[in-house]
């Protein structure tokens, strides 16, 4: 299934005045398309509810979905539950221009609105900061035990020239 730039664009032009649905899905490919760094893989669904008024749009996002990402803790990759809502609000104006994270203008001509950015933006913040595997029902780690074990277990060698450093004093 391959998807297109036009998979994620909502022509308002002739919509009535009033609220309208929309349904859109995050897959592999619009994540490779945006060049997406810290995972590859997913299916987020988008529902939008675009509510078209005679001087702007209000664009109310709700996202549910997972993406692929690598554990910091022991490198296997985990599928990250992902849940938010976003709103965007569209003004018509004179040219394009970004006024805040929630509002944007776009010119009184455009007919159409691309929502890709948007979608994939909202995804990487819904992102933690720190990509750990989720605990188990009972609290525990769900980490790569083996992998975990094999760290803790790493001896650093010590390099005679950096050890000789750490006798020098600073004053």
């Known amino acids: 299934m391959k998807n297109s730039k036009n998979d994620y664009v909502i022509t308002f032009k002739g919509l009535e005045l009033g609220s309208h649905d929309f349904e859109f899905e995050a897959g592999d490919r619009f994540f490779e398309e945006k060049g997406a760094e810290d995972f590859?893989?997913?299916?987020?669904?988008?529902?939008?509810?675009?509510?078209?008024?005679?001087?702007?749009?209000?664009?109310?996002?709700?996202?549910?979905?997972s993406v692929e990402v690598a554990c910091d803790r022991c490198l296997e990759k985990y599928d990250q539950q992902l849940e938010g809502k976003f709103r965007l609000i569209v003004?018509?104006?004179?040219?394009?221009?970004?006024?805040?994270?929630?509002?944007?203008v776009i010119p009184h001509e455009e007919y159409q609105l691309d929502?890709?950015?948007?979608?994939?933006?909202?995804?990487?913040?819904m992102l933690p900061i720190k990509h750990v595997h989720p605990d188990d029902e009972n609290?525990?780690?769900?980490?790569?035990?083996?992998?975990?074990?094999?760290?803790?277990?790493?001896?650093?060698?010590?390099?005679?020239?950096?050890?000789a450093l750490k006798n020098i004093k600073l004053d």
Request: glycine residues 6%; proline residues 0%; aromatic residues 8%.
């Open 40 to 65: 590859r893989k997913g299916k987020v669904n988008v529902h939008v509810e675009m509510i078209k008024e005679t001087t702007m749009l209000v664009l109310n996002f709700d996202l549910k979905g």
């Open 115 to 125: 929502l890709s950015q948007f979608i994939y933006e909202y995804i990487v913040l």
């Open 139 to 163: 609290g525990h780690s769900t980490c790569n035990q083996d992998m975990i074990d094999r760290l803790e277990n790493m001896t650093i060698k010590s390099d005679m020239r950096w050890d």
């Open 91 to 104: 003004k018509f104006g004179e040219e394009i221009g970004e006024m805040s994270d929630e509002l944007v």
